[in-house]
């Protein structure tokens, strides 16, 4: 398995980590977009969001739960922020394993680049 998050999962690749559970990692954007970008991510490989499958459901709705939390603890869920899943080529996706971009600290523009 060469995917990037399967290893930064692993810990076969350093990252700062936000949150960590059994189901999930969280951890900050190497490139951020944002004073607050992070990314949560299943420990299960998922390659897009159209491989998202019933059975997942719950993971990928506790994704969400764990990115409202860390916006709660950066204090920026008043404030506002931004969750993305991009999927495939145009939206501009370019790692293929499931991941919720938390975005905050700042205005966000729309619509979106
Ligand atoms: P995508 O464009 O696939 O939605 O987002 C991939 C994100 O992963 C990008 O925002 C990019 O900066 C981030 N990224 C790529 N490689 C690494 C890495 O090795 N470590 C971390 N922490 N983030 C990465
Ligand atoms: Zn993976």
Known sequence: MSCLFCKIVEKKIPSKIVYEDERVLAFEDINPQA????????????????????????????MVQVANNIAKEKNIAERGFRLVMNCNRESGQTVFHIHLHLFGGRIMHWPPG
């Open 35 to 62: 004073p607050i970008h992070i990314l949560v991510i299943p420990k299960k490989h998922i390659s897009t969001s159209l491989e998202i499958k019933s059975d997942d459901n719950e993971l990928v709705g506790y």
